[in-house]
Nanobody, 116 residues
Framework: QVQLVEAGGGLVQAGGSLRLSCALSGSIDSINTMGWYRQDPGNPRELVAT???????AYTVSVKGRFTISRNNAKNMMYLQMDSLKPEDTAVYYCRALTKSYALYWGQGTQVTVSS
């Protein structure tokens, strides 16, 4: 099993920045891909940024150039640096891990609110 715990959400004005973190524990060696998703009320959960199976990164179009996904393998941490935040970025942000045996794990989520 893999456990994920997000931190770093909060309230920020439009144009500001936040850095989310995701602490990973458990069977970390079993992880194949991991990334960040978000969900606001009334909409399905959507991909924000992810590490692919080839260790490259991918972003949804709306955050390209503003958000950066990164990781620190020595500390078992994943991050999402969010710059130039917009009100439409308001959502609960989740980190997600998919293992090599296709088991899916989610964190509990952290709220990001961007005021205009």
């Amino acid at each position: 099993q893999v456990q994920l715990v997000e931190a770093g959400g909060g309230l920020v004005q439009a144009g500001g920045s936040l850095r989310l973190s995701c602490a990973l524990s458990g069977s970390i060696d079993s992880i194949n891909t991991m990334g960040w998703y978000r969900q606001d009320p009334g909409n399905p959960r959507e991909l924000v940024a992810t590490f692919t199976t080839t260790e490259t990164t991918a972003y949804t179009v709306s955050v390209k150039g503003r958000f950066t996904i990164s990781r620190n393998n020595a500390k078992n941490m994943m991050y999402l640096q969010m710059d130039s935040l917009k009100p439409e970025d308001t959502a609960v942000y989740y980190c997600r891990a998919l293992t090599k045996s296709y088991a899916l794990y989610w964190g509990q989520g952290t709220q990001v609110t961007v005021s205009s």
